[in-house]
């Protein structure tokens, strides 16, 4: 029994930071790289259930060069046995349908039995990996999981999501699925550093798109449809602490007022 866990190691702004010459994303120099916060929690949903059930393996995969490898290290010092990688220069600036077609190729090489996602990325946030992943296996698919009751070899497996205005949804899906981990449906455990120093000697697979059946062409179709055109800090307004007595702040509110107009 296995559960493959997608995860990703994102880009942290600086304060002060500059875009690349292309205008098209932050310069690298200006981000601190660090394990996305939902992939914490979707990795320790799978630990749990691997602890709970003998003879369950739970392997985190992700798409990055080759300092993207910290991740998963983070992750197997938590527990695990291995790790996969995946990597090519084509898929530098790959978009999410590209990102799931290489996923899609590894769960299909894997065969795992459940696939466990964060419901989105703090750095872009577009919330499709998992939802994009189901589709591309033909796969059922729950979105913002905050309970899982499930034992490996079950055929359906019950699970609570997070809806709006507090509710929550009691469902039931049938196994294999795609599961998009939502925050707070657990405590994710903090490494201890005989895991960290273990971490570093478990075996890290890593895969080139030719390794899963795939080419540039492939990933340029599949993502055909998305591409970043420029990438900007918007303006900001500005702001005015107005102190002093009632009638000296009503007198600064009018002369702004003034200020306003007389610019309009």
């Given amino acids: 029994m296995k559960i493959l866990v997608p995860v990703k190691q994102i880009g942290v702004v600086d304060e002060d ?6 205008g098209k ?3 690298p120099d200006f981000l601190n790289f660090e394990a996305n916060e939902w992939d914490d929690y979707s990795y320790e ?9 003998d003879g ?16 998963l290290r983070r992750c197997l010092a938590k527990g695990g046995e291995r790790g996969i990688r995946v990597w090519d220069d084509a898929l530098e600036d790959a978009g999410p349908a590209a990102i799931v077609q290489v996923l899609a190729k590894v769960v299909e090489k894997e ?12 750095d872009r946030s577009y919330a499709q990996t998992g939802v994009g992943l189901a589709a591309a296996l033909g796969w059922p698919h729950a979105a913002v999981i905050t309970g899982i009751e499930w034992k490996p ?24 699925a795609v599961l998009t981990i939502q925050l707070g449906i657990n405590t994710p455990r903090y490494a201890s550093l005989r895991g960290v120093k273990q971490a570093k000697e478990r075996p890290v697979e890593e895969l080139s798109l030719s390794d899963l059946g795939l080419s540039g062409d492939d990933l340029a179709a599949a993502g055909g449809s998305f591409r970043v055109r420029r990438m900007y800090k918007p303006e900001t307004g500005q702001a ?5 007595t009632p009638a000296e702040q009503a007198a600064r509110l009018a002369e702004i007022i003034n200020e306003l107009k007389g610019a309009a």
Avoid: H, W, Y
Avoid at 17 to 22: I, K, M, V
Avoid at 56 to 68: L, M, R, Y
Avoid at 111 to 122: A, I, N
Avoid at 153 to 176: F, H, I, M, W, Y
């Fill in 111 to 122: 065969q795992p039995d459940m696939v466990f996602v964060g419901t989105l990325s703090s």
């Fill in 153 to 176: 070899g079950d055929p359906k497996a019950t699970l609570l999501r997070e809806l709006e205005g507090g509710l929550v949804e009691q469902l039931s899906v049938n196994c294999p």
């Fill in 45 to 53: 949903a799978a630990l749990q259930i691997m602890e709970a059930t």
């Fill in 25 to 27: 994303d932050v310069d």
């Fill in 17 to 22: 930071f500059e875009l690349r010459d292309d």
């Fill in 56 to 71: 369950v393996e739970v392997v985190p995969v992700t798409v990055g060069p080759d300092d993207a490898e910290d991740v």
């Fill in 240 to 244: 005015e602490l107005i102190e002093g």
